[in-house]
């Protein structure tokens, strides 16, 4: 099993950074590789086990399915049903914590998958760089000072 992990410092409060990611349709408004997003079947956005199906923004589809959300722990954790990258029993957590010291967010975002031995460096590159960071980064620069 592959594992990827990221993290980053949200120049915001938690509860700030919270609002703007917990809602599981959100990802075109605050990451720069989705172009659009829809819930299947009708479901409310923050329910478990809704589908969203989005479109990145070179084409390809994805479908997650929600796994847990909560308001709590400032957490969520998805399944991802259908995509491009050609990834088996991908499971990802996105998560943030409180950082006391100058009213920041420590966010991480993990992911375990099964792929083909060799896709496996691009793969973890990807993720990592292409998708992580890049929405840590997008984060980063809406909430900057």
């Not at 049903?81 to 010291?101: K, Q, R």
């Amino acid at each position: 099993m592959t594992k990827v992990y990221v993290s980053s410092v949200i120049p915001a409060p938690a509860a700030s950074v919270w609002a703007v990611i917990r809602d599981f349709n959100a990802l075109p408004a605050w990451t720069p590789f989705v172009a659009e997003s829809r819930i299947e079947q009708h479901m409310l956005s923050d329910q478990i086990g809704c589908i969203r199906n989005f479109t990145l923004k070179d084409g390809g589809r994805i479908r997650e399915r929600l796994l847990a959300l909560s308001d709590y722990d400032l957490s969520c954790t998805y399944s991802m049903l259908e995509s491009p990258m050609g990834v088996e029993n991908y499971i990802a957590t996105l998560s943030l914590t409180p950082i006391t010291d100058g009213n920041r967010t420590f966010a991480a975002w993990q992911a375990e998958f099964d792929c083909a031995p060799e896709r496996e460096a691009q793969l973890t590159r990807d993720i990592a760089n292409g998708v992580f960071q890049a929405a840590f980064t997008a984060l980063q620069k809406r909430f900057q000072r």
